[in-house]
Structures are given as C-alpha cells and as structure tokens.
C-alpha cells in the first residue's frame, strides 16, 4: 500500500463520508499546480469552486496574511480592530454598494440574505408578520445549511433533512412568466445565481437578469445575486450580473474573497436594506475578523486592476471555443459557460462525469463531475495558456478524439 492508498483508507476510516472525493491526496500546491504525496503533480482545473481564482499561495496573498499573523488575528466583533473599516468600504466600494455584513461561509451569508430580506420586508416593506416569501430558482445551490436546503430541488442534499423551513416559492430557472406569477404582495426578495454553478454551469437565458431586475423594481422586491462562485474575476467581469447590466439589491460574496487562505464571505447591500438590523440581531464570532480583512482587503486590491477579469474573458473564451470544437466531435452533448467557467456534458458512449474524472485524473488533470455526465472546468485565473491548452489536450485523450478528428471539426468537413 502507496502512501495514497494508505491516507485514503485512513481518512475513510475516520471522516464522515459527506463528500466521495477523487482517490488524490494533495501535499504541496502553487498557481494552477497541485503535488501529491507520491510527487505527482496535477493541474488544478477546478479551483476549490472558485474559492482559487488566485491560483494556490498567491504570493501577494500569502504575504498579507503572514504580516497580519504577527500582529492579531481575531478581536470577534466586540471589539472594532483595524482592518476592519477598511474592509467594508473597499468591499461596498468594489460593489456600488454603501454596506457590508461580514461572515465566513458562503452558506451563511446565504443564512443572513434571508434573515435580512424577511427583516427588511417586516421593517420597511410592511409584509404581516410571518407571511415574508422569497422565490427561488430551481437546480439552485446555496448551500447546505437546514434552511438553505428547503428550497433545494436536489433530493441527495434535501432528503432526510426535514421538517423543512418554509416560506419559499421555487420557479423554473431562466423562465421570467413562472418568476412574475409566483411574486406577490408578501414576497420580500428573488435570491437567485446569476449563473447557476452546481447545476452544472448553467447560463440564463439573454434577458432573463434584466427581466428579474425590472420584476423586482415594480414590486418592491429586493433581487439577491448570489455570486458566491460567480463573482470577483472568474466570469470576465468582477460580477456575473455585469455582463447584462444588472446590479441587484444585494450581493453575497465568498469563496475568493477569501483568497483560497481563510474563508471570507460577505452581504453587501445599501444602508437602507441592512440599516434594518439593529446590535445583537445578527452576528458572527469570526465574521469580519482581522486576518479575514487583511487576505480580503489585497484580493479587493487586486480586483482593482482589472487584470484577472481581464485574464478570464481571453482565456475564457479560448476554453469555450476549444470545448465546442470537441463538441463538434460528438464527445460532449452540450458545453456551457462563460469566462473562465465551464459546464460540459459527456456523450453517454464516452463515459460518465466521474469515470472521466478518474481518467484525466490518472493523466494529470483534476476536475470534478456533478449530476452524473457533467464536468465543471474553472481554472485558476492564473493559469497560463499554455498549460490550459495542455489540459484541453488530456480531455481530447481520455475521449478518444485525435488531431484529424479535430482538424475536420474546425475547417467545417464535419
């Protein structure tokens, strides 16, 4: 038995099986590189879900977090500490926004966008007490806390968890008329992803956000963008909701805020909508902490000068474009996405989602399937293009598809 066989047995033995991970166990990491414990390296093209759009040990990141470990790591927030300030108003200037409700996982940030609607809605809007609705999409992922999975439509992360939370209406994701019929006068927010990650990279309809915007407006409904996967680079565009023009009520941020150091998550909205929490309503121990602020706070920085949106779209569109050639050879029955984020579904002859992974995996290349035939790629932002192209090419491998079949498909002779 290798020393991999061994730590996955181990960890087998004595971790709850919540997750059914690839048989790799990581040692050592930088960019878009991973290394095992037997000294085999792999390219990272998932990205901890975003949580990497960084790639691994950033070195501006790795930095500000060392400087903050000498210096103090966590007040919790009865005490203001010195990063803090900073925090928000970089934060809520990065957004358009004016507030920041700090927290630490993308859940809870979730977690508190509800508890925050149905505030607002009692407080301000002037819905009956208990009556407050929030519409959803289906095929959504916010999460897996109690509440958040009472409007999942997934029966793997639902069953057996009830008696479920109620006040939640879920519509069919892309379809405007569903959404406009199921907002009524006690509905207080739309919580929806602007692009829906879990479900496999699923991009709405043109005109869908707008729409969901415009819907909103009229009734005095806040739109909650959940751009926890989708935001801060990994679409092209700091914001997924950008990319048509929308900006929503409230943003939920995580994932890279966190620099793929700490985990970070936030709310960000106006005064107006996260005024309606007055002190000890709300809360986080760690949520807002010094380290936090100080990883977040050069990741914002970063942000700022466009040079990772930028990286994404050119690479992004690469990827796509070299995803619906192989599409052309009939391996894949479908490919979604946008910048540097893809869904690609597997031809049934060709294998399942997670027999593939397994394969790309044996040639190097880590990625993770989800709902059976569907791949998700997303890349570090720094990943060179060279190596994406090298990545590209072992899917091309494992697939079975060759330069000729390649070369039919671009010059249209398929």
């Known amino acids: 038995m290798n020393a991999t066989e061994r730590l996955v047995a181990v960890a087998d033995a004595h971790s709850a099986h919540t997750y059914d991970p690839l048989p790799v166990v990581v040692a050592t990491a930088d960019g878009a590189w991973m290394t095992d414990v037997e000294g085999r390296r792999f390219l990272d093209l998932l990205a901890g879900y975003s949580a990497l759009n960084f790639g691994h040990g950033n070195r501006r990141l790795v930095a500000a977090a060392k400087a903050q470990l000498d210096r103090v ?36 940030a979730v977690e508190t966008a509800v508890k925050t609607a149905r505030k607002w809605g009692y407080r301000v809007k002037g819905v009956p007490t208990g009556m407050a609705k929030i519409v959803v999409a289906g095929n959504n992922f916010h999460g897996r806390t109690t509440t958040v999975i009472s409007f999942s439509t997934d029966s793997e992360a639902r069953a057996d968890f009830g008696p479920y939370t109620p006040g939640f209406e879920i519509v069919p994701y892309g379809d405007l008329t569903a959404m406009r019929s199921a907002v009524t006068e006690n509905t207080v927010a739309v919580l929806l992803e602007p692009i829906q990650g879990e479900a496999g ?4 309809p043109t005109g869908y956000l707008p729409g969901v915007r415009e819907l909103t407006r009229e009734r005095n409904v806040l739109f909650v963008a959940d751009e926890i996967q989708s935001g801060l680079g990994r679409t092209g565009r700091t914001f997924a909701c950008e990319h ?26 106006s005064a107006a909508v996260l005024g309606v929490f007055r002190p000890g309503e709300h809360g986080s121990t760690f949520g807002g902490n010094p380290l936090a602020c100080a990883v977040a706070l050069e990741v914002i920085a970063m942000l700022r000068s466009g040079e990772y949106q930028a ?8 990827l796509l474009r070299e995803l619906r050639v192989l599409a052309g050879t009939g391996r894949l029955t479908a490919v979604r996405g946008r910048g540097l984020w893809a869904g690609i579904d597997i031809a049934p002859a060709y294998g399942t989602g997670r027999e593939v992974s397994e394969r790309l995996m044996e040639r190097g290349v880590l990625v993770k399937d989800t709902h059976g035939a569907t791949i998700r790629i997303a890349p570090p932002l720094v990943v060179s293009e060279e190596d994406l192209d090298w990545g590209l090419a072992q899917l091309r491998a494992v697939l079975d598809v060759d330069d000729a079949q390649v070369e039919q498909v671009r010059t249209g002779r398929r």
């Open 244 to 269: 048509e023009g929308v900006v929503p009520d409230v943003y939920l941020l995580g994932k890279a805020l966190g620099g793929g150091i700490v985990p970070v998550s936030a709310v960000v909205s």
């Open 73 to 108: 790591t966590l007040t919790s927030r009865a005490f203001h500490h010195d990063r803090f300030a900073a925090f928000c108003e970089e934060l809520a200037e990065l957004c358009g926004m004016e507030r920041v409700l700090p927290m630490n996982t993308g859940t809870e």
């Open 311 to 318: 990286r994404a779209a050119r690479l992004g569109s690469h």
């Open 201 to 204: 990279v699923l991009v709405p």
